[in-house]
């Protein structure tokens, strides 16, 4: 599984090294800080940026599509709600891509990393928990549950940005392995939530049901999947080597 791409090599939960230090980054700084020209800022970006983009895209298409499922009259029709699940492992795709086209092009960047890390929050970390809430996990307790999840996803990104470059490489500069697993991880949780739609499993029909149902803590317990998912993401003792 791609993981986590910096706009070139391989690193840490994506898929790339830190960024080189030569014309390619002096230029995209130099573009990046320019007062003058309205379009300095898309001239500073790297073809593999433009991927990470579209993984951004996915999700963000993800989450609308949630919203067009809960806003529709017919709960029973799951067009909506599978269209958001399929959006995210197409984010996968292009956070998978873009990696490679970095490396193929031999072109790193700072911007491209915390791109990286931004789409990834958005495709693997928000619209999760959108289409978790979609298919009935709607109780106050199950949005701090999934929030708790989303928060863990941006720590862990936030946290691969500070220390990547801590992380040991092998002799390629790929590191050798994710500490804590990495967010597009959360896809297992999709399959989990495709299979339910596919079974009718839905809002009422949940598998474990409705627990401490009638007050102000119920919650269905199989939220504890996210909150699972979130602590492997945040523990610094979870390394995986990989592959």
């Not at 990834?120 to 928990?129: E, H, I, Q």
């Not at 297992?188 to 839905?202: E, R």
């Amino acid at each position: 599984m791609s993981t986590q791409r910096k706009n070139g090599a391989p690193q840490g939960p994506k898929d790339q090294m830190p960024p080189a230090k030569g014309e390619v980054q002096d230029k995209q700084v130099r573009l990046l800080s320019q007062e003058a020209g309205h379009f300095s800022l898309i001239r500073a970006l790297h073809l593999a940026d433009f991927i990470t983009e579209l993984n951004g895209f996915c999700g963000a298409m993800s989450v609308f599509s949630s919203l067009r499922y809960c806003t529709q009259s017919d709960p029973f029709n799951y067009t909506n709600l599978y269209l958001a699940l399929a959006f995210i492992p197409l984010g996968l795709f292009f956070d998978f891509m873009d990696g490679k086209v970095a490396r193929w092009r031999k072109k790193a960047s700072l911007m491209g990393q915390e791109l990286d890390s931004l789409a990834d929050l958005v495709s693997f970390g928000v619209s999760p928990a959108a289409a978790a809430f979609c298919l009935g996990l709607r109780t106050p307790v199950d949005h701090l549950l999934l929030a708790f999840f989303i928060l863990c996803g941006l720590t862990r990104l936030a946290r691969f940005n500070v220390t990547v470059a801590m992380v040991p490489k092998d002799e390629s500069g790929k590191s050798k392995y994710f500490e804590g697993t990495p967010i597009p991880m959360s896809l297992v949780i999709v399959q989990v939530m495709a299979y339910w739609v596919y079974k009718g499993w839905t809002l009422e029909q949940i598998p474990l049901g409705l627990w401490l149902e009638g007050t102000m803590f119920e919650f269905h317990p199989v939220v504890a999947m996210f909150i699972i998912h979130g602590c492997l993401m945040v523990s610094k003792s979870v390394k995986i080597p990989k592959p």
